[in-house]
């Protein structure tokens, strides 16, 4: 059974810090991998998408990687502002399958 | 529509009490999962349709919850005879074809009293 895990589950930084958020799946036979924000009381923004034939995409201040080999991806956020605050999600969905299996998230607040 | 639209945003039920949850999917996008996220946790997948056909319910943690989107649009989530277990957030999802880029609706959030 596909699990997701990441770290950290909370992160608290200065604005304008640069951040990595992490995410690992125990089947790394990961297809496509998408990361989410969720702010509180709604429901999930899709940033970046990773498609099977790439290893990693970018938007803005936001890039993300996906290393096939270990199953691990990672989440850059460059120069951190208040308005990133909210919590990060990572889905993958491995070969053969098409469901979406999520992490836990990390929780980000960037003070101002 | 511009995004997945869900309805209602908000329900509480008392025990016992059956509900109904109502998902609008981008238009044309074939693939429709529905999720169920516990508070702070990722979202739970519970069921998945390719237009018309429920191609995998393995999620849905009991009898009580079934799903249905009989035109290959609209689908509607209902749970009989709720639970308190049953209160969280209720979100659905809509790709373009499967293993496509996923977009989330607002979610309803179903609190059991």
């Known amino acids: 059974k596909q699990e997701v895990t990441q770290i950290p589950a909370a992160l608290s930084v200065p604005e304008g810090e640069n951040l990595v958020l992490n995410c690992s799946f125990t089947?790394?036979?990961?297809?496509?991998l998408q990361w989410f924000r969720q702010d509180p009381g709604k429901g999930l923004t899709s940033l970046l998408l990773?498609?099977?034939?790439?290893r990693e995409q970018t938007s803005g201040r936001l890039n993300a990687s996906l290393d096939k080999s270990s199953g691990r991806s990672t989440l850059y956020i460059a120069a951190s502002q208040p308005g990133d605050s909210a919590t990060y999600l990572c889905?993958?969905?491995?070969?053969?399958?098409?469901?979406?299996?999520f992490g836990t998230g990390t929780r980000l607040k960037v003070l101002a | 529509g511009a995004g997945v639209s869900q309805s209602p945003r908000y329900k509480v039920a008392k025990r016992g009490q059956d509900v109904a949850l109502r998902c609008d999917p981008i238009?044309?996008?074939?693939?429709l999962f529905w999720y169920q996220q516990a508070l702070g946790q990722g979202p739970e997948f519970l069921t998945y349709?390719?237009?018309?056909?429920?191609?995998?319910k393995s999620g849905l943690p009991s009898d009580r919850f079934f799903a249905e989107r009989p035109e290959g649009s609209v689908s509607t989530l209902k749970i009989q005879r709720t639970q308190q277990e049953d209160s969280a957030v209720y979100l659905c999802?809509?790709?373009?074809?499967?293993?496509?880029?996923?977009?989330f609706g607002q979610g309803t959030r179903l609190t059991v009293v």
């Open positions: 089947d790394s036979a990961i297809y496509n």
């Open positions: 999802a809509s790709s373009l074809r499967d293993r496509r880029e996923a977009f």
């Open positions: 990773i498609q099977s034939s790439q």
């Open positions: 349709f390719q237009n018309e056909a429920q191609l995998d």
């Open positions: 889905a993958g969905c491995t070969s053969g399958t098409y469901k979406y299996i």
């Open positions: 238009s044309g996008h074939v693939s």
